[in-house]
Each structure stands twice: as C-alpha cells, then as structure tokens.
C-alpha cells in the first residue's frame, strides 16, 4: 500500500508542471474573462458591475445579426468550399501522371505563402482599377464597370472568404490524400471484378471509408476558420460597416482598439461556448474508427 501511494504521488509530480502551467496560462485568463463578461471596464481603471448588459448591448446591436450570419457563412460555407476543392485536387493527384510532383508542388504554394503575403497579392487582384480580376470580368462582359469588391458592402465577405478557401484548400487535398492512400486497393480490385464502375465505386466505397477522416478534418479547420481572422483584418479590417466582420473580429476590435474589455470579454464568451460544441463533436469524431476488414 505504501508503495502504490508512492507510484501515485510520483506520478503526479511528473503531471504537476504541466497542471501549474495549464492553471496559471490557460484556466486563469479563461477565468478572468468570464468575470470581465460581467464588467463595464473605464478607460481611467474605474470597474462598475453591470451583470449581463454586456450581452444584452451585443444581441441588442444592429450589428448582431450581420457579424452572426458572417460567422455562419465563414466558418459553413468556407469549411463546404474548402473541402470540396480539397477533395476534387486529391482525386485528381491520386492518380499517377506526368508533372504530378511539380503540380503538387504548385498546389502548396498557397498554403505555404504567409497570410500577410497572399493579402497583398489578392488586394492587388482585387484592386478595381488595375486589378487582374476586375479586369478579366470586364473583358468577359460580366461587369459593365470597375468594381470594388473590398469595398463593396455585397461582395467584401465573399471576397475575403475566396482568399481563406483558396489559402486552406490545399492543406484539406493533401489530408485527403493521405486517406485515399489508406485504402487497399484489393477492395478496388474486388469491385470491379463485381461489375462496379467507378461513380459507384467513388460513392459506395471511396466516400464511405474517408467519411471519418473528412468530418473530423472539416471540424478541425471548422474551429481554425472560426478562430481565425487575419485575412479579413488585413483586407477590409471588417469593413464596409462590418460586412465582412466576425465574431473574433469583434472581440479583437473591442479589446485593442476601442478599449471596451468588458463588451470584448461578453463576446468571448460567446465564442468560447460555441467553440466548445464544436470541440466536443471533434474529439467524438475522432474516437470513431473505420475498419476495413
């Protein structure tokens, strides 16, 4: 018995940094930002408790609605794009083909380029007076006048979510190679030898056994997606009116620029419990295996 209490203690020693650290970086600024949820934070250092009108003040906004659909639409439809894109390059370098390694060294290039560096190339490409996609629209007769698609309130969402899809594609292609190769060819072999083609080999078999890899890959660049705002900040800064904001955008903007720590902390919060059912359904999709026996 003592030596079992012992190994235990000893145990626990080895764990104890890793706590001490997940305390004091982790659940300590977790705990602090619920309390300033709470809070009505001066800009001269003044606190006043004001229970939930930080929340109210959010739902209350006019902007509510637009930044929560933009989250909707950022994270959904960006996560769709992305893996679909991803899907249809890997099928495509799944096969064996002159110049493979070349264009699947071309497909990296935009997952590799800093985001910092892809912003200045798409603001470019976007510019509305020499702008190569302007440009191309208006000898296609699709626009019968420049267009700012940054500035335009209608496009500037749809504008930067092109530059994530088109940043993260690559790296789903590649993850969904991975799960391609990790299908035994014998079960190929065995459908065709029943008379199986190959839409009905794509959907019976090869959707089938990369389903459990592809939900959790669309949940995990769900969470980045959601966590990430770099592209829209560098681009339009949320901007025009908040057409292109999110919800970390908010929460940025609010604490570093406005200084309002407490509206910024509400709407944290806000973005921490959803994050949390997303990180609940990725951790489930994980623990959920294929067997291909």
Not at 106 to 124: K, N
Not at 280 to 286: A, G, P
Request: aromatic content about 14%; some cysteine; glycine content about 4%.
């Amino acid at each position: 018995m003592k030596r079992e209490n012992i190994i235990k203690t000893t145990n626990l020693l080895y764990i104890l940094p890793m706590l001490i650290f997940f305390s004091v970086f982790i659940l300590g600024p977790i705990i602090q930002v619920f309390e300033n949820s709470f809070l009505q934070i001066k800009a001269n250092g003044d606190v006043e408790y004001v229970h939930f009108d930080n929340f109210i003040k959010f739902f209350n906004s006019k902007d509510a609605s637009m930044v929560l659909k933009n989250t909707f639409i950022w994270v959904f439809v960006g996560v769709a794009a992305k893996i679909l894109i991803g899907l249809l390059m890997a099928l495509v370098l799944y096969n064996n083909f002159i110049g493979k390694r070349v264009l699947t060294g071309v497909m990296l290039i935009p997952y590799a380029m800093p985001a910092a560096v892809s912003c200045v190339v798409w603001r470019l490409m976007y510019h509305p007076t020499f702008g190569h996609i302007t440009q191309l629209l208006l000898d296609l007769n699709i626009l019968e006048r420049p267009m700012s698609f940054l500035g335009n309130p209608a496009t500037s969402l749809l504008a930067v979510l092109i530059v994530n899809v088109w940043a993260v594609a690559p790296f789903c292609a590649l993850n969904i190679l991975a799960s391609l190769y990790s299908i035994p060819t014998y079960i190929y072999e065995a459908a065709s030898i029943d008379g199986a083609g190959y839409l009905r080999k794509f959907f019976h078999i090869t959707i089938h056994l990369i389903f459990t890899d592809v939900r959790t890959l669309a949940l995990l660049i769900g969470i980045w997606a959601f966590n990430s705002f770099d592209v829209i900040y560098m681009m339009t800064t949320g901007g025009p009116a908040n057409s292109s904001s999110i919800l970390v955008n908010l929460v940025y903007q609010n604490a570093f620029e406005f200084n309002n720590r407490g509206y910024s902390s509400a709407i944290s919060i806000i973005c921490f419990i959803i994050l949390s059912m997303f990180s609940v359904l990725y951790v489930r999709s994980k623990n959920k295996e294929v067997s291909f026996e």
